[in-house]
């Protein structure tokens, strides 16, 4: 018993989990004035017995707080799974010197149920004393103080638990905080400008960056005051696409000039996403705005120059075949052939156009077919379709072409259309062609049917355009042909190999 | 006395082989201008204009024909290889001839600006695409 088993130097680190100091023990002077009744005794104790004391939590019939723990009974009490009765202290050699026996109190019997915490550490007694020896407590008496020493463990383990929880709570406030000055600090360093939203759009923070750029105070921006920072020509732009953002959940991302502190705008990339909970709900969007000034100049000076040398480009097509047609024009036994040499050329001209490199500015409208063979078809085939877009109607596939495929391609259907013009189809009013493409294996296989014209003469009409149209499929394109002139008028077969019309497609 | 035309083209060749086909269909070539103040300051002595659309000063090919055809009375052609680019000023034009041209439709359209009443529906010019308006004595309205 002399170790004090279960007393080890972590008591006082054990003991403090509880609070004590705190006080407010209320509940437990109730249960020693209780206890006191019930045993009929004249002092009722909770005591707690620490390193050099033994603290009273609440007492009736004694004045002290506390003793020194060397005179402790409960010390004793506590130790055992029972209550400890000492019926006659000062008949006990163990308590008969004691100063609690030999002064006041004046202790002859002492009665105390060990409070016993869920760990199974004893912490003190509850425990009644009376100046009179006595035999025991009554077997009523007995029950009733184990019952109240649980109760009295019941009001404590309860304060520890609380403690537990606001301690915890401190951690998780001081996690956030930390956190969040994590946050602010990766934000504030970054060199993009960064900004949150709530669910509802309305902005509620930024970073440094932003009023360092825009030279606004701090907080003047909250809310939708963002917009006045955007050039007055963007402001509808972002508000309808960030609107669209908030409404659907789609990421946002648009191009807008922003203010800066200077006074001038600047281009600028804007992009937020969402930050959703586990159920997909929204919790808030944020947001980077990226200076993108520099690049965008530079892409719109780049643009400039594609669009000026594609324009003396198309220019040159012009004047070569302005000066084919001025040199026709001065001998004229080679009018013919200039003729349809400038057509060619012509033709040429406008395939290189078609595949040239665009931006999003210079590119055709969408629907326009930029890359696809029947966008190349609808610019060779213009002249002849302007008045009646079904002379020569399209069907079927629509395949991917190249830069490379343009020219042939080019020149193949401008020698067939112009063949018809002269001799065929389109010769004659009513006539007309149709102009399947299907994808068949590893070819693109052309159907031109020629429907309506004058009856067909099973000679070729112009060897030299006919040798293009052969050049261009099987040695150009490494496709094959197959002609058939039936009745109704030309039938044209041609199989070209998909990856022939388009590399990136050969090599997918 | 033969109608004068005035051309109006940058490219000087692709203007110079224009004159030759004007020329051998018996009209006779009034100026060749490269942008809108050269075409204007021409506008007065001539009767019919073959207007390229992108020239020196940009594309200001729609509007020259639209001042032609107002201020000048002068019948308009646009002879161009982008016949979306004419837009609205299509209403004060006849038609337009697309690049690439024959000299056939030049000289045919030339004709047809000729007569005193271009009959536009009849026209059934290769490379030619009229623009269907009722006359006035003054301008010309677009009916679509």
Same mark, same amino acid.
């Given at each position: 018993m002399?170790?004090?088993s279960?007393l080890?130097? $972590?008591r006082?680190a054990?003991?403090?989990?509880?609070?004590? $100091?705190?006080?407010g023990? /209320?509940?437990? *002077?109730e249960?020693t004035a209780?206890?006191?009744?019930?045993?009929?005794?004249?002092? +009722?104790l909770?005591?707690?017995v620490?390193e050099?004391?033994?603290?009273?939590l609440?007492?009736t019939?004694?004045?002290a707080?506390e003793?020194?723990?060397?005179?402790s009974?409960?010390?004793?009490?506590?130790l055992? $799974?029972?209550?400890?009765?000492?019926p006659d202290?000062?008949g006990?050699?163990r308590?008969?010197?004691?100063?609690l026996?030999? !002064?006041?109190?004046?202790?002859r019997?002492?009665?105390?149920?060990?409070?016993?915490?869920s760990?199974g550490v004893?912490l003190? +007694?509850?425990c009644?004393?009376?100046?009179?020896?006595?035999a025991?407590?009554?077997?009523?008496?007995?029950q009733?103080l184990t019952?109240?020493?649980?109760? @009295?463990?019941v009001e404590?383990?309860?304060?520890?638990r $609380?403690?537990?929880?606001?301690?915890?709570?401190?951690?998780?406030?001081?996690a956030?905080a930390d956190? %969040?000055?994590?946050?602010?600090?990766?934000?504030?360093?970054?060199?993009? &400008?960064?900004?949150s939203?709530?669910?509802?759009?309305y902005?509620?923070?930024y970073n440094?960056?932003?009023y360092?750029?825009t030279?606004v105070l701090?907080?003047?921006?909250?809310?939708?005051g963002?917009?006045d920072?955007f050039?007055p020509?963007?402001?509808?732009?972002?508000w309808?696409?960030?609107?669209?953002s908030?409404?659907?959940?789609e990421?946002?991302?648009?191009?807008?000039?922003?203010?800066?502190?200077?006074?001038?705008y600047?281009?600028?990339?804007?992009?937020?996403?969402?930050?959703? %909970?586990?159920?997909?709900?929204?919790?808030r969007w944020?947001?980077?705005?990226?200076d993108?000034h520099?690049?965008k100049l530079? &892409?719109?000076?780049r643009?400039?120059?594609?669009?000026?040398?594609?324009? /003396?480009i198309?220019?040159?097509f012009s004047?070569?075949?302005?000066?084919i047609?001025?040199s026709?024009r001065q001998?004229?036994?080679?009018?013919a052939?200039?003729?349809?040499?400038?057509?060619?050329?012509?033709?040429?001209?406008?395939?290189h156009?078609? @595949?040239?490199?665009?931006?999003a500015e210079?590119a055709p409208?969408?629907?326009q077919g930029q890359?696809?063979l029947?966008?190349?078809?609808?610019?060779?085939?213009?002249?002849?379709?302007a008045? *009646?877009?079904?002379?020569?109607?399209?069907?079927?596939d629509n395949?991917?072409i190249? %830069?490379?495929?343009a020219?042939?391609?080019a020149?193949?259907?401008?020698?067939?259309?112009?063949?018809a013009?002269?001799?065929?189809?389109?010769?004659?009013?009513d006539g007309r062609i149709?102009?399947?493409? +299907?994808?068949?294996?590893?070819?693109?296989?052309i %159907?031109?049917?020629?429907l309506?014209?004058?009856?067909?003469?099973s000679?070729q009409?112009? !060897?030299f355009?006919s040798?293009?149209?052969t050049l261009?499929?099987?040695?150009?394109?490494g496709g094959?042909?197959a002609?058939?002139?039936?009745a109704?008028?030309?039938?044209?077969?041609?199989?070209?190999p998909?990856?022939?019309?388009?590399?990136s497609?050969?090599?997918e | 006395?033969?109608?004068?035309?005035?051309?109006?083209?940058?490219?000087?060749?692709?203007a110079?082989?224009?004159?030759?086909i004007?020329?051998?269909?018996g009209f006779d070539v009034?100026?060749?201008?490269a942008?809108?103040?050269?075409a204007?300051?021409?506008?007065e002595?001539?009767?019919?204009?073959?207007?390229?659309?992108n020239?020196?000063?940009?594309?200001?090919?729609?509007?020259i024909?639209?001042e032609?055809?107002?201020?000048?009375?002068?019948?308009?052609?646009?002879?161009?290889?982008?016949? #979306? =680019?004419?837009?609205e000023?299509s209403?004060a034009?006849?038609g337009v001839?697309?690049?690439p041209?024959?000299s =056939? #439709?030049?000289s045919?359209a030339? =004709?047809l600006a000729?007569?005193?009443e271009?009959?536009?529906h009849?026209?059934?010019i290769?490379g030619?695409i009229?623009?269907?308006?009722?006359?006035?004595? #003054?301008g010309?309205?677009?009916?679509?």
């Open positions: 002399a170790d004090h279960g080890g130097t $972590d006082g054990l003991l403090a989990l509880y609070d004590l $100091d705190a006080g023990f /209320r509940h437990l *002077d249960i209780f206890a006191s009744t019930l045993c009929d005794a004249p002092i +009722a909770v005591s707690i620490e050099a004391r033994q603290r009273f609440a007492r019939g004694l004045d707080e003793t020194p723990r060397d005179v009974f409960c010390a004793l009490a506590m055992g $799974d029972d209550i400890f009765v000492v202290a000062c006990d050699p308590f008969a010197d004691n100063a026996v030999t !002064g006041p109190p004046h202790i019997f002492y009665a105390g149920a060990p409070l016993i915490d760990a004893p003190g +007694a509850l009644v004393i009376d100046t009179q020896p006595r025991d407590l009554t077997p009523m008496q007995r009733g019952l109240l020493a649980r109760q @009295v463990m404590l383990e309860g304060r520890r $609380d403690r537990d929880v606001i301690a915890r709570q401190r951690q998780d406030a001081a956030i956190s %969040d000055r994590m946050f602010r600090t990766l934000a504030d360093t970054m060199p993009q &400008m960064v900004w939203t709530l669910p509802d759009g902005h509620d923070y440094a960056r932003w360092e750029y030279g701090a907080g003047s921006t909250d809310g939708e963002w917009n920072m050039h020509d963007d402001q509808e732009r972002a309808g696409r960030w609107r669209k908030l409404e659907t959940g990421p946002y991302e648009i191009e807008y000039r922003l203010r800066h502190h200077s006074g001038d600047r281009w600028t990339l804007g992009r937020a996403l969402p930050i959703r %909970d586990g159920a997909g709900t929204i919790l944020i947001g980077t705005c990226t993108i520099e690049q530079m &892409m719109e000076e643009e400039m120059i594609a669009h000026e040398l594609s324009h /003396r198309k220019n040159i004047v070569i075949a302005g000066l047609g001025l026709a001998h004229p036994e080679i009018g052939v200039a003729e349809d040499l400038r057509d060619r050329i012509l033709a040429l001209g406008r395939a156009d078609f @595949v040239r490199p665009h931006s210079s409208q969408v629907g890359g696809l029947w966008g190349i078809l609808d610019q060779i085939f213009a002249p002849y379709n008045r *009646d877009r079904s002379r020569i109607a399209l069907s079927g395949v991917p190249d %830069d490379r495929s020219t042939p391609l020149l193949l259907f401008h020698e067939l259309a112009t063949n013009a002269k001799y065929g189809a389109l010769s004659v009013p149709a102009l399947h493409i +299907a994808r068949e294996g590893a070819d693109v296989r %159907d031109w049917q020629e309506g014209g004058p009856a067909v003469q000679m009409p112009d !060897g355009g040798r293009l149209i261009s499929v099987e040695r150009q394109l094959r042909i002609r058939d002139w039936s109704d008028g030309l039938k044209l077969s041609l199989w070209i998909t990856r022939s019309m388009s590399r497609v050969g090599t | 006395m033969s109608k004068r035309v005035l051309i109006v083209e940058d490219e000087i060749f692709v110079l082989e224009i004159e030759q004007v020329e051998e269909t009034s100026a060749i201008a942008d809108r103040p050269a204007l300051a021409c506008a002595s001539c009767d019919i204009a073959l207007v390229d659309l020239l020196r000063d940009g594309p200001t090919g729609p509007i024909g639209m032609l055809a107002s201020r000048y009375g002068i019948r308009v052609i646009y002879v161009t290889a982008n016949p #979306s =680019q004419i837009g000023a209403v034009a006849l001839i697309t690049k041209f024959r =056939q #439709s030049i045919a030339l =004709q000729a007569a005193e271009p009959e536009l009849a026209a059934e290769a030619f009229p623009f269907l308006q009722s006359g006035s004595s #003054s010309l309205v677009s009916r679509g």
